[in-house]
């Protein structure tokens, strides 16, 4: 299994970005794919995920009513669209596939 990360950036706080996890020797559809987050000098730390099979989202309390995960089967495809950007949120994010599975990561940074 291969996870692509792409869509991170340069962004002024309240700004919005929209990752993109594409897969390719898995399907998207019938695992959990998440978004992790690691922030300069602190650990990895898990952002948001989406269930297999279904719709069920759930999301960081610090990022709730900001950022949303949502997933394209046909695509093979999990986003992260992140609104109202918070210097706070820069980091490198990672998507993952069941945690078994981990993409390369891209660069968010936030500036204030």
């Known amino acids: 299994v291969q996870l692509q990360a792409s869509g991170g950036g340069l962004v002024q706080a309240g700004g919005s970005l929209r990752l993109s996890c594409k897969a390719s020797g898995g399907y998207v559809g019938t695992n959990t794919m998440g978004w992790y987050r690691q922030a300069p000098g602190k650990a990895r730390e898990w952002v948001a995920d989406?269930?297999?099979?279904?719709?069920?989202?759930a999301h960081l309390d610090s990022v709730k009513g900001r950022f949303t995960i949502s997933r394209d089967n046909a695509k093979n495809t999990v986003y992260l669209q992140m609104n109202s950007l918070k210097p706070e949120d820069t980091g490198v994010y990672y998507c993952t596939m069941a945690t078994l599975y981990w993409g390369q990561g891209t660069l968010v940074t936030v500036s204030s």
């Open positions: 989406i269930n297999a099979g279904s719709s069920i989202t």
